[in-house]
């Protein structure tokens, strides 16, 4: 592997063959064996769409080739897909394992980061069909070229695309030299199929590469000025670069044109329900006599039902107030609530008519979600130091309640004995005269009079005056963390127990703010907020309303968030061989170099990043061009000409055609590092065309086919599996780059693994389009990867991948019969095939067979299939309500003109077809 490359003369045949086949042919010839027939049209157009865009063939494009015999017609169809946007984004979910790309830092919190950009930039790279020379060089050091541009700088977030800690406690140092180590092997496996790892403690005997030479390649990643751990939640990891102002303004447009879409979405439905007779009496209605009052001495009223460019109505005082960070609105108590992370919370400023020290009374709904709720839930603050009234939940689940004198810190503190339910609203009030003893202090929970533990009663001469009052936070950097709020209200006086009940059984929704209903646009205003309780349709479009302003709040936080890059530092840190790779005890300084066995540093280039890219793709290199080609083979035949993609070296496997291996490679470099011109040269080659079956002696002879004695037999990767369905179903949507999205998971999950006050503590699922983007795009947490994804053999990200495994398991049938995502593409498959004019049973599960396998069944498929929905007709018409179960699952709404009963029916068998393994098969 570390003999430089020389171009091979071609094995005997026709020049007008395609060189691959020549070099193929001549191994089979010495073993004895010969080619496979060609596969037919139907499978080759299959197994080109998959390797070149990602995605599958559609019927129209299947039946044109089926009927285009132009002698040119193969490799004019190799050209389209090639020339399409979607080969950049098909080329890039490779790319990705080989970064080590996720939207988030990993380690135990797993803060949410923003590397999207860089990620879009990849794409358009391949796109563009940038030479792989360029492509990479810009990656390792595009900061460091002359003048250089926005996209040189950002294209160097692959060497950020590392895991960062938030962890207090953690020493910096040694993680800072953790990022580098992981930058050093990221660069040896990818680009120089090396596993230099082992080197970073001792050397090896009979391994050239010695610990001196990984130091020396530490060094050319050693002079970034970042630290070793970033502040929790809030820091963005330096060097980093904003986003240019015209991808903010797209992206904000974009998000707003959702928003305003679906807020005439829910007028409309107001307005038609309006509209259908309902009663327009400008009189008192019955129910306005039950609708009770809000006691006297109301201060304050905060009903939390919205938010409204980032600020929260006070009703009582009719003022706003702003938010800060981003609260997420939910569904409450009565109409809206506000969900608490711990980083977001609301500053209430200072209600001048209420003093701590005099009588008061606090009312407000409160849950605790999955029973982790902790924090303060309100606080008075002197100052932004210093607090003088909290109320909190600890983490034993019960009330604190507690007045600070800071300045001869005294206090007076009582905490509950009884513990707040999980996943359940409840009622919270405190009365308080002003007296400083136990005796004064009333605290309620669902209007139950409780007898909490006096902790502290030492406090003298009051609290000092408020300034600031704060919702969900405290002096701390943490506040309310996995709870919801509703309904605060603030009293100028001590409540009785009778009115605290009043409260518990108040209701917004009919008191419209304790005023009788007389005049029709009260009536009207009561009417859509029965229509939050009542209608589950309407719940379920305000509902995404809110989220979509959830993203209009998260899409500020994502432009205000850079991208890391790479940046080097004004004066070269010093670099030394680590004692058994430990950060704190350096032997020998070392400067920048590269290993002498694969080929020795020009001493006159410079001693960086930019120095080592050149180094790397100089003509003498012997392994770089090598371990591309070799990569792009096995993404196009499923297996490498080397197996160990990873591995060049001496415990890696021998290349099984070593004399194409350095064909590719020298016809790569002539080429000018031409990437489409390689993957044409690979998918145009008979050899790829092949036919998947298999003879006998075959079996026994090559069950690997690593002679290529027969075409490539490759299960779908995850990301095809899930994009398979949603283009098939006409669900998947055509929108290049963006931010991740949030696509169906099982709820939950995320909280399982969440650690501390964290931003992604609960997964918020996205809604329209976003739910249908390609699985590129899906959101990547690296502590949990999206689960249906990991279950077809996803990595986790965490470092560099260049070959994923490759399992069997009973899961991933279960994961396409019942992820939310594939039953909806199904249901869709068969709306699509139900709607076929004058169509048979026959020639509609045809072309549902076809849509998921790209050729058309045979007579017994079509035999068992035709069983299948004719008892599926049967089960439904006896069980109508799981008909109309299974059609509700997923967002797109069912077509109403269709029968329920057929389209089950059909659904149950496009669910099937999908599960049949050559449905996730290349072809």
């Given at each position: 592997a570390f003999s430089p490359s020389e171009k091979p003369g071609l094995p005997q045949g026709s020049s007008q063959e395609n060189p691959i086949d020549l070099f193929i042919r001549d191994r089979l010839q010495q073993e004895g064996l010969k080619p496979a027939a060609v596969a037919s049209r139907e499978k080759i157009i299959r197994r080109l769409s998959f390797d070149l865009r990602g995605l599958p063939p559609s019927l129209e494009e299947i039946d044109a080739f089926l009927a285009d015999d132009r002698e040119e017609a193969y490799e004019l169809l190799v050209d389209r897909f090639l020339a399409e946007k979607t080969y950049g984004e098909r080329m890039a979910m490779e790319w990705m394992d080989l970064a080590r790309y996720a939207d988030s830092h990993g380690y135990q919190d797993d803060i949410e980061r923003s590397m999207w950009p860089w990620r879009d930039w990849v794409i358009e790279a391949f796109n563009q069909n940038m030479p792989y020379d360029q492509f990479v060089s810009w990656q390792l050091a595009g900061d460091l070229l002359p003048d250089a541009t926005y996209e040189q700088k950002l294209a160097t977030g692959f060497n950020r695309n590392h895991k960062i800690t938030q962890e207090v406690g953690v020493i910096d140092e040694e993680y800072r030299v953790t990022y580098v180590l992981d930058r050093v092997n990221t660069f040896s496996t990818a680009f120089l199929g090396l596993t230099v790892e082992c080197a970073q403690c001792h050397d090896h005997k009979y391994d050239p590469i010695t610990q001196k030479d990984y130091y020396s390649l530490f060094g050319f990643f050693n002079n970034v000025p970042e630290k070793g751990r970033v502040d929790y939640g809030v820091e963005v990891a330096q060097p980093a670069l904003p986003l240019p102002e015209e991808k903010v303004a797209a992206l904000r447009a974009y998000v707003q044109g959702m928003l305003e879409e679906q807020t005439q979405k829910v007028k409309n439905y107001q307005d038609n329900q309006w509209a259908k007779g309902f009663t327009h009496q400008g009189q008192e209605t019955e129910s306005t006599s039950a609708m009770g009052h809000i006691p006297s001495g109301l201060v304050a009223y905060y009903p939390l039902d919205y938010i409204d460019n980032n600020r929260i109505n006070d009703v009582r005082n009719q003022r706003t107030e702003p938010v800060i960070n981003q609260l997420i609105p939910v569904t409450g108590k009565?109409?809206?609530?506000?969900?608490?992370?711990?980083?977001?919370?609301?500053?209430?400023?200072?209600?001048?008519?209420?003093?701590?020290?005099?009588?008061?009374?606090?009312?407000?709904?409160?849950?605790?979600?999955?029973?982790?709720?902790?924090?303060?839930?309100?606080?008075?603050?002197?100052?932004?130091?210093?607090?003088?009234?909290?109320?909190?939940?600890?983490?034993?689940?019960?009330?604190?309640?507690?007045?600070?004198?800071?300045?001869?810190?005294?206090?007076?503190?009582?905490?509950?004995?009884?513990?707040?339910?999980?996943?359940?609203?409840?009622?919270?009030?405190?009365?308080?005269?002003?007296?400083?003893?136990?005796?004064?202090?009333?605290?309620?929970?669902?209007?139950?009079?409780?007898?909490?533990?006096?902790?502290?009663?030492?406090?003298?001469?009051?609290?000092?005056?408020?300034?600031?009052?704060?919702?969900?936070?405290?002096?701390?950097?943490?506040?309310?963390?996995?709870?919801?709020?509703?309904?605060?209200?603030?009293?100028?006086?001590?409540?009785?127990?009778?009115?605290?009940?009043?409260?518990?059984?108040?209701?917004?929704?009919?008191?419209?703010?304790?005023?009788?209903?007389?005049?029709?646009?009260?009536?009207?205003?009561?009417?859509?907020?029965?229509?939050?309780?009542?209608?589950?349709?309407?719940?379920?479009?305000?509902?995404?309303?809110?989220?979509?302003?959830?993203?209009?709040?998260?899409?500020?936080?994502?432009?205000?968030?850079?991208?890391?890059?790479?940046?080097?530092?004004?004066?070269?840190?010093?670099?030394?061989?680590?004692?058994?790779?430990?950060?704190?005890?350096?032997?020998?300084?070392?400067?920048?170099?590269?290993?002498?066995?694969?080929?020795?540093?020009?001493?006159?280039?410079?001693?960086?990043?930019?120095?080592?890219?050149?180094?790397?793709?100089?003509?003498?290199?012997?392994?770089?061009?090598?371990?591309?080609?070799?990569?792009?083979?096995?993404?196009?035949?499923?297996?490498?000409?080397?197996?160990?993609?990873?591995?060049?070296?001496?415990?890696?496997?021998?290349?099984?055609?070593?004399?194409?291996?350095?064909?590719?490679?020298?016809?790569?470099?002539?080429?000018?590092?031409?990437?489409?011109?390689?993957?044409?040269?690979?998918?145009?080659?008979?050899?790829?065309?092949?036919?998947?079956?298999?003879?006998?002696?075959?079996?026994?002879?090559?069950?690997?086919?690593?002679?290529?004695?027969?075409?490539?037999?490759?299960?779908?990767?995850?990301?095809?599996?899930?994009?398979?369905?949603?283009?098939?179903?006409?669900?998947?949507?055509?929108?290049?780059?963006?931010?991740?999205?949030?696509?169906?998971?099982?709820?939950?999950?995320?909280?399982?693994?969440?650690?501390?006050?964290?931003?992604?503590?609960?997964?918020?699922?996205?809604?329209?389009?976003?739910?249908?983007?390609?699985?590129?795009?899906?959101?990547w947490k690296r502590t949990i990867p999206p689960p249906s994804m990991t279950i077809f053999d996803a990595p986790t990200r965490e470092q560099c991948i260049v070959k994923r495994g490759a399992t069997s398991t009973p899961m991933q049938a279960l994961v396409l019969l019942n992820d939310p995502q594939f039953v909806e593409a199904a249901r869709l498959v068969a709306t699509r095939v139900l709607s076929m004019e004058a169509a048979t049973s026959e020639d509609r599960i045809t072309s549902a067979f076809r849509l998921a396998t790209s050729r058309y069944p045979n007579a017994e498929e079509l035999k068992i299939l035709l069983n299948l929905l004719e008892e599926e007709i049967r089960e439904f018409e006896t069980n109508p309500t799981g008909a109309e179960q299974l059609l509700n699952i997923g967002e797109q709404s069912k077509d109403e003109k269709q029968d329920a009963i057929q389209l089950a029916a059909y659904t149950i068998v496009a669910n099937a077809i999908f599960n049949l393994t050559e449905s996730i098969m290349k072809g």
């Open positions: 009565h109409s809206g609530a506000l969900e608490f992370m711990g980083t977001n919370y609301a500053n209430l400023k200072n209600i001048k008519s209420l003093n701590f020290n005099r009588p008061f009374s606090l009312s407000f709904w409160i849950k605790s979600l999955d029973g982790g709720i902790r924090g303060t839930v309100l606080a008075a603050l002197a100052d932004e130091e210093n607090s003088t009234f909290l109320v909190n939940i600890t983490n034993d689940k019960t009330i604190n309640v507690q007045w600070h004198n800071f300045r001869n810190e005294t206090s007076f503190q009582i905490l509950s004995k009884e513990t707040l339910p999980a996943d359940q609203w409840a009622h919270i009030s405190l009365t308080y005269d002003g007296l400083n003893k136990k005796t004064g202090v009333k605290l309620y929970l669902d209007g139950k009079l409780l007898n909490p533990y006096l902790r502290k009663s030492d406090l003298r001469g009051g609290i000092p005056e408020t300034s600031i009052l704060l919702l969900g936070k405290g002096t701390g950097e943490k506040g309310l963390m996995a709870g919801q709020l509703d309904e605060v209200m603030l009293f100028n006086r001590v409540l009785r127990p009778t009115e605290i009940s009043q409260l518990i059984n108040y209701d917004p929704v009919l008191a419209l703010e304790s005023k009788k209903i007389k005049t029709q646009s009260d009536l009207k205003r009561l009417f859509f907020e029965q229509l939050t309780h009542e209608d589950g349709y309407y719940q379920a479009l305000t509902e995404r309303l809110r989220e979509y302003k959830i993203r209009e709040g998260r899409t500020e936080d994502i432009v205000l968030k850079p991208t890391m890059i790479m940046h080097d530092r004004d004066t070269a840190r010093a670099t030394f061989v680590l004692d058994r790779g430990q950060y704190d005890a350096p032997r020998e300084q070392v400067e920048p170099g590269t290993p002498s066995a694969v080929m020795p540093f020009d001493p006159t280039s410079d001693k960086n990043r930019l120095g080592l890219a050149r180094w790397l793709f100089d003509p003498e290199n012997p392994l770089t061009a090598r371990v591309a080609v070799n990569r792009y083979w096995q993404m196009i035949f499923g297996r490498g000409l080397v197996a160990t993609p990873g591995d060049f070296g001496s415990q890696g496997s021998l290349p099984s055609h070593p004399a194409l291996l350095d064909w590719l490679a020298v016809t790569f470099t002539e080429s000018g590092w031409d990437v489409k011109q390689l993957i044409k040269t690979m998918v145009t080659s008979v050899t790829y065309q092949q036919d998947v079956q298999m003879s006998d002696r075959l079996k026994r002879v090559d069950p690997q086919n690593i002679l290529l004695a027969r075409g490539p037999q490759v299960r779908l990767p995850a990301e095809m599996v899930r994009d398979h369905a949603l283009n098939a179903s006409g669900l998947l949507s055509k929108k290049i780059g963006g931010p991740s999205v949030k696509p169906y998971q099982p709820q939950g999950l995320w909280l399982e693994v969440a650690s501390g006050n964290q931003s992604l503590r609960k997964y918020i699922q996205d809604h329209g389009a976003d739910l249908y983007r390609r699985s590129l795009y899906t959101f």
